[in-house]
Each structure stands twice: as structure tokens, then as C-alpha cells.
């Protein structure tokens, strides 16, 4: 059998320097574009994981991202999805601070934790569960590809990672957590932001939305439903005592809010043990079934 020959090239000492110096070229490259796919979606970003953050009561912005190549990091939380291992840190005061901004406790009772306590479960469940939710909403950004499942992964040690995203929050220095990427996560973003860049050269000539549209677009709202008011007089609610019932009458459609602003009414349905609205209707015109948005009630 007449084996396959295989060309090499052989370099000598003298041309090593320019090899080191194409190979940080190629990489520095990689890291540009890298910044510069955070730089495009900073904003998106930045509402997004302050809209998540209000969750757990902490009101903070999205002060900065960098990225870093070819990292070791320790202690991380590491989950799987199809494509191989990504993982997430975060500075021990910061979660020490989100679980005393939801429990409502003082900011003087955040203590500077010493390294040789080793973290409580409470730390390592609310760490757990940050991590999944902030890096699938990272990951899974509408630009980057077909959305992903994680899922945590026990007795697997990984140290080196392709990638690492340093994400600052304003504030405090130590505001800060982390996502990591392997290798396989790493190139989906920039494959994606390839497709994309395809794709807008594509739809230049028709009339494809400005970059401005497309921000606004992609910002989260909250829909506010009112429910029902009643009308009493001062004297009629100093008289009321316990076990009095107050009749009301429950409209037909009920009205939905952006912030104090009508925009639509709709009907509420019940399936399943949750509440959904449908059949809305705007300045009595009827919008189509088909949007229809989950209530959390």
C-alpha cells in the first residue's frame, strides 16, 4: 500500500521570528473581532442583562466587556450544550451582594469574604443559577445562530479556554463575572457574525432597517395589564372592617400598559395553570390571534 505523502514546510532558526510574529497577527485579528462584536451589540447587551439583573433587585448597568485569549481559569461552573463546554465566575463579593439586595438585608452586612471560608450552598445554587440564565442569554442572542440548551455538568474539570468575556458592571471593580467559551462556542460567534455580515450585504438594496431600528427593536419591554379599579370615598374606606366584601364588575377587555401609556386591550384566558392575553384589540381595530404574549400573574 503506498502511503499518502504529506507536504511540510521546514523553516529555520533564523525565519522563527516571523512565524511568532504571522501567529500574533492571526490571533491578534481574532481578538479584534471579537471586540468588535461586543462593541455592536454593548447596548443590547447592556439593557438586557440590567433588565435581567432587576430580578434579584440589583440595579446595575453594564459598564464594559473585554476578551481574552487562550485563559486558565479555576472554580468555574461549567455547562454543556450540543456543541461542547462553556462556563461562568463571578467575584464572591458581588454574589454576596446580589443575595443581600433579594433578601433586603444592609449593605453593612456585606463582610469581605476570606479565602479560606469555603462557599456556602446557598452561594453555589444562586452562582449556578445566575450563571445558566446570563450565559444563555448571552449565547443565545437572536444574531448568533439556533438557540442552544445548557445544562449544568458535574465531574468535569476544565482549566484552558479558548475564550474568555470579562463583563464589568458599574459601581464596584468587583462587580465583575465572566463567561468562557471552548473552542467549538467560540468560532459559532464568529461563523454567525460572518452569516451576518453576508446576509446586510445581501439586503442593502431593500431597504433593510437601519442599525438604530434594529437596536430599538431588540430592546425588552414590560407589558403592565390593569387588572380592575374600584371607586370609594374616603368614608366609605375608613368604614370598611374585616370580612367586608366589596362587589366589582370585571370588563370585557382589560387594558395593556407601557408604562403609563394604553397602547391596546385584550382579553385574558386561562391554560394550563397560566394566564395569557389574546384577542386584542386597538382603537377598535382587532390585531390578529396569532400574537399573543404570556401574563405572568
Not at 74 to 96: C, P
Not at 99 to 116: A, C, M, R
Not at 178 to 198: F, K, V
Not at 227 to 248: M, P, Q, R, Y
Amino acid at each position: 500500500m503506498q502511503l499518502e505523502k504529506i507536504k511540510a514546510k521546514i523553516y529555520n532558526g533564523e525565519q522563527l521570528s516571523d512565524i511568532k510574529n504571522s501567529i500574533s497577527i492571526s490571533l491578534g485579528a481574532l481578538t479584534i473581532n471579537y471586540q468588535k462584536i461586543i462593541a455592536d451589540y454593548f447596548d443590547i447587551l447592556d439593557a438586557k442583562i440590567s433588565f435581567f439583573l432587576k430580578k434579584y433587585r440589583v440595579n446595575l448597568s453594564l459598564k464594559n466587556v473585554t476578551t481574552e485569549m487562550g485563559c486558565s481559569h479555576k472554580n468555574t461552573k461549567i455547562f454543556s450544550s450540543k456543541l461542547g463546554h462553556v462556563a461562568f465566575d463571578t467575584e464572591r463579593n458581588f454574589l454576596l451582594n446580589i443575595l443581600n439586595d433579594y433578601y433586603g438585608l444592609s449593605k453593612n452586612s456585606v463582610t469581605e469574604p476570606s479565602i479560606h471560608v469555603p462557599i456556602t450552598q446557598t452561594e453555589a445554587r444562586l452562582k449556578n443559577k445566575l450563571g445558566l440564565e446570563l450565559t444563555e442569554l448571552f449565547l443565545n442572542h437572536d444574531d448568533f445562530g439556533e438557540k442552544l440548551a445548557f445544562k449544568t455538568t458535574n465531574g468535569v474539570f476544565i482549566k484552558q479556554w479558548s475564550y474568555r468575556l470579562i463583563f464589568s458592571l458599574a459601581g464596584d471593580e468587583q462587580h465583575v463575572f465572566y463567561i468562557l467559551l471552548d473552542a467549538n462556542h467560540a468560532d459559532r460567534i464568529l461563523h454567525s457574525q460572518d452569516a451576518n455580515d453576508e446576509e446586510n450585504k445581501k439586503t442593502t438594496d431593500n431597504n433593510s432597517p437601519l442599525p438604530l431600528e434594529k437596536l430599538f427593536n431588540k430592546l425588552p419591554i414590560s407589558l403592565n395589564i390593569k387588572l380592575i379599579s374600584v371607586n370609594l370615598t374616603l368614608a366609605e374606606l375608613k368604614a370598611l372592617e374585616k370580612g367586608e366584601i366589596i362587589s366589582i364588575s370585571m370588563p370585557d377587555h382589560f387594558p395593556v400598559f407601557i408604562g403609563t401609556e394604553q397602547i391596546f386591550s385584550a382579553i385574558i384566558t386561562e391554560n394550563r395553570g397560566k394566564l395569557f392575553l389574546t384577542e386584542f384589540n386597538e382603537k377598535n381595530r382587532l390585531i390578529p390571534n396569532e400574537f399573543r404574549v404570556m401574563a405572568r400573574g
